[in-house]
């Protein structure tokens, strides 16, 4: 069992950055995936980004290549997601999730536990 709780939304302009964490416990973290996605009102969950257990891979969206960075920290136990020139179709409820099965993934299905979500609205 894994806990994943995200931290770091908030609304902010056009232009603008913002630094999300996601803070983990229970089963080891350092040993899987992990992954970011998001998911705007009225659509379907996207995703964002994801990097491999040791952080020395790390993979992106097109629509957030070079803006969006995915780092960890394993002796935290956090993963976060640097922001920068944000946009307004980056609004959404952002999630982290992990996974077990796969060295990485931008499918949904292979990811096995989810945090709650944080807001990240941009403002025009």
């Known amino acids: 069992q894994v806990r994943l709780v995200e931290s770091g939304g908030g609304l902010v302009q056009a232009g603008g950055s913002l630094r999300l964490s996601c803070a983990a416990s229970?089963?080891?973290?350092?040993?899987?995936?992990m992954g970011w996605f998001r998911q705007a009102p009225g659509k379907e969950r996207e995703f964002v980004a994801a990097?491999?257990?040791?952080?020395?891979?790390?993979y992106y969206a097109d629509s957030v290549k070079g803006r969006f960075t995915i780092s960890r920290d394993n002796a935290k136990n956090t993963v976060y997601l640097q922001m920068n020139s944000l946009k307004p179709e980056d609004t959404a409820v952002y999630y982290c999730?992990?996974?077990?099965?796969?060295?990485?993934?931008?499918?949904?299905?292979?990811?096995?536990?989810w945090g709650q979500g944080t807001q990240v609205t941009v403002s025009s």
């Open positions: 999730a992990v996974t077990y099965g796969s060295s990485w993934s931008s499918r949904e299905y292979e990811y096995d536990y």
């Open positions: 229970g089963r080891t973290f350092s040993s899987y995936a």
């Open positions: 990097i491999s257990w040791s952080g020395g891979s790390t």
